[in-house]
C-alpha cells in the first residue's frame, strides 16, 4: 500500500512520529521526516536504517519558510502521496492559570502550524490528482478534559477543519484522515507545558499506562491504509468514553468534573 509513496511526517523525531516512520518505512514508503531537533532526527533515520530519506527539520510556526520547505520535499521526490501532520504540544493548567500567550503557543503549533502546511501542500497534491492528508488529533478533541482547556480546544479545531477540508478536497481525489490516540505511552506531557508556558517536565500516570506507541503506529498504519476518515487509537478506557460522550454527553460532563476534583492543578 505505502510501497514507494512519499510519506511526509511532522513531529518525526519522538513518540508517535517516530513510531509511523519506523513502520512507514518497512512499508516501503519514501520518507521525509521533520520537527525541530534535526540530531533527533538523524537519530530516528539512522535507527531505521533506509538511505534515502530525506531530513527536513522546521518548526511549524515558522510561516515563512514553509514554501521552501515543501519546494524542497517536490524537488527531491517529484510528489508528495501522504502528509501526516503529527507535530504537537500539550499543556497541563487549569484556564485561570494559563497565561494567554501560552494558549496562543498552543494554537500556532497544534493548530496554525498544521493549517498552513496543509495549505501549502494542497496545490502540488490538486496537481498529482491524488493525495492523502492526515493529523494526529485526539480523543481531547472530541471530550474536553480539565486541565487541558488549550490542547482540548486546539485539537477540536484541527477536527472541525480537516472535517471541512476533506468535503473540500474529495473531487480532487484527496483522502483526510483525523487520528484521534488517547492515551499513548510517549514523551507527551514531559514536553507540555505549564499555565506559564514553562515545561511541565513530568510523565502522567494516564500516559505511563497508555498504550505502547509501536502498537499504535500499526493501528495508525492499518487506518491509514484503508483511507480511514477517522483512526481511533485507544485502550478500552477511551473508547469507552468516546461512546458515552456520543451516547449519553451529560454523563461525561459529570464524570469530567469528578475527575477534575481528584486532581491537583487547583
Ligand atoms: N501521546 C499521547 O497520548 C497523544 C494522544 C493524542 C494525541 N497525541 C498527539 O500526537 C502527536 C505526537 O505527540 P507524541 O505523543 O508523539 O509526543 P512527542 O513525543 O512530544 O512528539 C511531539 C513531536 O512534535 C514535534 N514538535 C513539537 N513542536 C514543534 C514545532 N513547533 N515544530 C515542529 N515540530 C514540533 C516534536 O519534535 P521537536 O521537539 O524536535 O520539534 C516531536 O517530534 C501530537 O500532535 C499530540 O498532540 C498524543
Redesign the pocket.
Known amino acids: 500500500m505505502f510501497q514507494d509513496k512519499v510519506v511526509w511526517i ?10 509511523v516512520a519506523h513502520e512507514m518505512a518497512r512499508a516501503g514508503a519514501k520518507l521525509v521526516l ?4 534535526e540530531d ?2 538523524l537519530r530516528v533515520a539512522r535507527e531505521i536504517g533506509t538511505k534515502d530519506i530525506l531530513i527536513l ?6 510561516e515563512d519558510i514553509l514554501s521552501d520547505v515543501v519546494k524542497q520535499v517536490v524537488d527531491y521526490y517529484g510528489r508528495i502521496d501522504l502528509l501526516l ?6 499543556h497541563r493548567s487549569y484556564c485561570i492559570d494559563t497565561d494567554m500567550s501560552t494558549y496562543r503557543r498552543l494554537f ?3 493548530v496554525f ?1 498544521q493549517i498552513a502546511l496543509t495549505q501549502k501542500v494542497l496545490p502540488i497534491m490538486i496537481r498529482q490528482k491524488s493525495g492523502h492528508i492526515a ?6 478533541g472530541k471530550i474536553g478534559v480539565a486541565s487541558r482547556s488549550a ?1 482540548c480546544a486546539a ?1 477540536h479545531a484541527m477536527m472541525g477543519f480537516f472535517d471541512s477540508l476533506r468535503a473540500e478536497v474529495r473531487q480532487h481525489n484527496i483522502r483526510v484522515s483525523c ?14 507545558l505549564n499555565g506559564d508556558g514553562s515545561r511541565y517536565g513530568k510523565m502522567d500516570d ?2 505511563k499506562t ?2 505502547d ?1 509501536s502498537k ?1 503506529a500499526k493501528i495508525i498504519m492499518r487506518g491509514l491504509a484503508k483511507g480511514g476518515k477517522e483512526i481511533v ?1 485507544s485502550q478500552w478506557l477511551e473508547s469507552t468514553g468516546l461512546w458515552i460522550k456520543r451516547l449519553f454527553p451529560g454523563l461525561m460532563f459529570w464524570i469530567m468534573a469528578k475527575r477534575a476534583e481528584q486532581e491537583d492543578f487547583k
Open positions: 511532522t513531529g518525526a523525531s519522538s513518540g508517535i512520529g517516530e513510531a521533520s520537527a525541530r531537533r533527533e532526527l527539520p522546521f518548526d511549524v510556526t515558522d501532520n503529527n507535530a504537537g504540544i500539550s500556532e503549533v497544534d502550524g493529523v494526529t488529533a485526539s480523543v481531547a490542547y485539537k487520528i484521534t490516540p488517547g492515551f499513548i505511552r510517549t514523551p507527551v506531557s514531559e514536553n507540555a494516564d500516559i497508555g498504550m506507541v499504535a487509537v
